[in-house]
């Protein structure tokens, strides 16, 4: 099967939907694909408290619903389906259904948790070692568990996990969190969330699933093992960008590199979200560049129609 449409958007996260909205606006023939879940990675966690209009919030999965309609209802097609092969010059994308092929592509592939690559990590995996408190947080009731991490991310998780947990460690590599002033404030009033900062984990230990952490204080050299039940890491993000490789002008780490109107290195094809190189990895920011990616591949689209 194949198929030719205006414009093709790899995502449908917060910023290939909010380019698929602007799109499905300008009516441009709009094909979305997503290869796991419509709304993405934004799902692992419960609620977003600083997306503007919500004065108490708004659970991601309702925001990413209500996005999901808002564009089918502009006409906008969203199949699932993993992009397997993408050819940048003649803007064709091959799936396991076939190719399609556009007139302009946009990249909103996002990203994923990087992880800590200490020794016991890949083994524990799903076994007390995990990267989504939304998801596994449950299976910790009355369980003493680790946080791994210091932004944002981490403490939004570790006060997600303090419903469930006996008591919450977060252990940071740094001499303080980088999570934002509020933020801090909550975790200091949680009595069950415990800090140790300047520390590292060095290995995740357990036969069968996670025991305990071997961790290194970094100011005195001294290295402890500490019991805990279930480690969830938020160390930062990777973008899902390894089939752009040789394709695309990406920076050391993989992220793509565009321009303030989202252009990158190959004409026609532009890139927004957490998959592109920027200073602030957040939902508003990702909508943000959806809008201007979807708007630039409008400009694009009827300049090579004039």
Do not use: W
């Not at 977003?48 to 996005?67: A, C, R, W, Y």
């Not at 940071?172 to 980088?178: E, K, M």
């Not at 960008?241 to 321009?259: H, S």
């Not at 190189?277 to 920011?285: D, G, M, N, R």
Request: aromatic share 6%.
């Amino acid at each position: 099967m194949s198929s030719m449409h205006d414009l093709i958007i790899i995502g449908a996260g917060p910023a290939g939907l909010t380019a698929a909205l602007y799109a499905g606006r300008s009516r441009l023939e709009t094909l979305v694909l997503e290869k796991m879940a419509i709304g993405g990675r934004i799902l692992f966690t419960e609620t977003i408290e600083n997306f503007p209009g919500f004065v108490n919030g708004i659970s991601t999965q309702d925001l990413m619903k209500h996005m999901e309609e808002q564009v089918k209802n502009l006409g906008v097609n969203i199949e699932l389906e993993e992009v397997l092969e993408l050819d940048c010059q003649v803007k064709s994308i091959k799936t396991g259904s076939g190719t399609h092929s556009a007139c302009a592509i946009i990249i909103a592939t996002g990203s994923h948790a990087k992880k800590l690559g200490c020794p016991g990590e890949e083994r524990l995996t799903g076994r007390g070692v995990s990267y989504c408190a939304t998801c596994d947080g449950p299976l910790f009731k009355d369980k003493n568990v680790v946080v791994a991490g210091g932004g944002n991310a981490v403490a939004e998780e570790a006060l997600y996990l303090t419903r469930f947990a006996k008591s919450v460690t977060i252990i940071h590599r740094r001499d303080q969190l980088r999570a934002s002033a509020i933020m801090q404030e909550r975790l200091r009033e949680n009595k069950k969330i415990n800090l140790r900062l300047s520390s590292v984990i060095e290995e995740i230990l357990g036969a069968q699933k996670v025991q305990s952490l071997k961790i290194k204080d970094l100011r005195t050299e001294r290295e402890q093992t500490i019991d805990c039940d279930g480690i969830f890491i938020y160390i930062g993000n990777e973008p899902n960008t390894a089939f752009l490789r040789d394709k695309l002008k990406l920076d050391e780490a993989g992220f793509i590199i565009t321009d303030e109107a989202m252009i990158t290195s190959c004409e026609g094809i532009f890139a927004c979200g957490d998959c592109r190189k920027k200073s602030l990895y957040q939902v508003i920011t990702a909508c943000a560049e959806g809008a201007v990616a979807s708007d630039s591949a409008y400009k694009y689209i009827v300049s090579k129609n004039a």
